[in-house]
């Protein structure tokens, strides 16, 4: 079982920045491919960000791209998101993900493993 664990949500005002990870299982880590993804109330679960197998692609939501950044630490089974300028619309739970595709995908269906999320709270 590959159970990705999310940490580094909280509240926070405009403008400020906070950093998530997400422990992932050793054996996934190096090879599969990872995203973020967030979903706020009432609405639907959109992707964030995705990282490819080997750290070398990335793809970005237009509404993140400049601000937000993905990236993972093999030696600490770990994977980051990076968020800057945070603004209240990027209120969400955030989710990371394992896909065993190993490209930077964006669409969801693809991720096959979920963590069970983290509150970001973005203040005015």
């Known amino acids: 079982q590959v159970q990705p664990v999310e940490s580094g949500g909280g509240s926070v005002q405009a403008g400020r920045s906070l950093r998530l990870s997400c422990e992932v299982p050793?054996?996934?880590?190096?090879?599969?491919?990872v995203g973020w993804f967030r979903q706020a109330a009432g609405k639907e679960r959109e992707f964030v960000a995705a990282?490819?197998?080997?750290?070398?692609?990335?793809a970005y939501a237009d509404a993140v791209k400049g601000r937000f950044t993905i990236s993972k630490d093999n030696a600490q089974n770990t994977l980051y998101l990076q968020m800057h300028s945070l603004k209240p619309e990027d209120t969400a739970v955030y989710y990371c993900?394992?896909?065993?595709?190993?490209?930077?995908?964006?669409?969801?269906?693809?991720?096959?493993?979920w963590g069970q999320g983290t509150q970001v709270t973005v203040s005015s």
């Open positions: 990282l490819n197998w080997s750290g070398q692609e990335t």
């Open positions: 993900a394992v896909t065993t595709v190993l490209a930077a995908v964006v669409d969801s269906r693809w991720y096959r493993y």
């Open positions: 050793e054996r996934t880590n190096s090879n599969w491919a």
